[in-house]
C-alpha cells in the first residue's frame, strides 16, 4: 500500500518544467518505502545504468542516441568514423535536427523531450509498480541534467571559446 502512496504523492515531472524535487529529496522519500536492494538501485541509478526493470530498454535508447550523437559530432568535426552498427531513422533524424538547431538550449530541450516521451512509452501502463518509480527516477535524472545548463554560464563559457579563437587568429596573423 506504501508504493501507491510514495507513486501517487510524487509531483509531475515535465520537460519543458523545472525540478519539483531534488534526487536526493526522491530518494528519502523511496528510503522507507523501498526494501534494500531496490533502494540501491535507484540510489545508483544514472542515465547510462543498464541493470534493472525499464534500465535495460532505456538503455537501449539511451546509448543509441548517444552512438548517433557522437557520430554526428565526429562528422560535424571532419573526423573520420564509422557510423554505428545500428541506426534508428526517428533518432538520426531527432540528432540531424538538433545539431543544425542555431540555438544549442533549444536543441538540448529537442533532445530532453524526446527522451521524457521515450520513458513515457517504455514506462506505458505501468503506474504503481518498479517501472513507474525508475522512470520517474529517470526523469528527475534528466532534469537534473537540465537545470546544468544555466544560461549565464553558457554565454560564459562562448565568450571565452571566442576570445581564445580571436587570440589564436590574432597570434597567427602576428606570425
Same mark, same amino acid.
Given at each position: 500500500? =506504501?508504493? @501507491? /502512496?510514495?507513486?501517487?504523492?510524487?509531483?509531475?515531472?515535465?520537460?519543458?518544467?523545472?525540478?519539483?524535487?531534488?534526487?536526493?529529496?526522491?530518494?528519502?522519500?523511496?528510503r522507507d518505502v523501498l526494501g534494500d536492494a531496490k533502494?540501491?538501485?535507484l540510489k545508483d541509478l544514472s542515465l547510462s545504468s543498464v541493470d534493472g526493470p525499464?534500465?535495460?530498454?532505456? =538503455?537501449? @535508447? /539511451?546509448?543509441?542516441?548517444?552512438?548517433?550523437?557522437?557520430?554526428?559530432?565526429?562528422v560535424r568535426l571532419g573526423r573520420k568514423t564509422a557510423a554505428p552498427s545500428y541506426r534508428e531513422e526517428s533518432?538520426?533524424?531527432?540528432?540531424s535536427a538538433a545539431m543544425n538547431h542555431k540555438n544549442p538550449l533549444a536543441a538540448e530541450e529537442m533532445l530532453l523531450a524526446w527522451q521524457f516521451e521515450k520513458l513515457d512509452e517504455l514506462v506505458g501502463i505501468?503506474?504503481?509498480d518498479d517501472y513507474a518509480l525508475i522512470g520517474y527516477a529517470l526523469k528527475l535524472k534528466?532534469?537534473?541534467?537540465?537545470?546544468?545548463?544555466?544560461?549565464?554560464?553558457g554565454k560564459a563559457e562562448f565568450g571565452r571559446i571566442v576570445g581564445n579563437l580571436?587570440?589564436?587568429?590574432?597570434?597567427?596573423e602576428q606570425e
Open positions: 500500500m =506504501a508504493y @501507491y /502512496y510514495l507513486i501517487s504523492s510524487l509531483p509531475m515531472l515535465k520537460a519543458d518544467g523545472s525540478m519539483p524535487l531534488s534526487y536526493d529529496q526522491f530518494l528519502i522519500l523511496c533502494y540501491a538501485l525499464l534500465v535495460k530498454e532505456w =538503455a537501449k @535508447y /539511451y546509448g543509441l542516441l548517444h552512438e548517433e550523437l557522437t557520430y554526428q559530432r565526429n533518432i538520426v533524424k531527432l540528432v505501468h503506474y504503481f534528466l532534469l537534473e541534467r537540465k537545470q546544468s545548463f544555466i544560461k549565464e554560464d580571436e587570440h589564436q587568429i590574432m597570434s597567427m
